[in-house]
């Protein structure tokens, strides 16, 4: 199994930044299974929807919405970060860390961003 926990998210103004975190913990066997990680996030009466991922060799996608504004990153195979820029306040929403593995998917348990007005 693999336990992915989150940090960062919180409350803050329109154009203002935030910085997720997560880190993957585990087996040696299944972290070596990891080919992607990525965030996502879900606001109220929306679907969640892909924000950003990241591959182990360092390929990157974005959302078109989040395109300039937003950075995906990773120390090692086992930890992302989304560094959030010029925040809007459509911005808001549940964020969950995402881990691919061969065969898997796992998530986090999501935090909350807030961009106020």
């Known amino acids: 199994q693999v336990q992915l926990v989150e940090s960062g998210g919180g409350l803050v103004q329109a154009g203002g930044s935030l910085r997720l975190s997560c880190a993957a913990s585990?087996?040696?066997?299944?972290?070596?299974?990891?080919?992607?990680m990525g965030w996502y996030r879900q606001a109220p009466g929306h679907q969640r929807e892909l924000v950003a991922g990241i591959t182990n060799d360092g390929r990157t996608n974005y959302a078109d919405s989040v395109k300039g504004r937003f950075t995906i990153s990773r120390d090692n195979v086992k930890t992302v970060y989304l560094q959030m820029n010029s925040l809007k306040p459509e911005d808001t929403a549940v964020y969950y860390c995402?881990?691919?593995?061969?065969?898997?998917?796992?998530w986090g348990q999501g935090t909350q961003v807030t961009v106020s007005s």
């Open positions: 585990g087996s040696i066997f299944n972290i070596a299974r990891i080919n992607t």
């Open positions: 995402n881990v691919r593995a061969k065969g898997d998917d796992y």
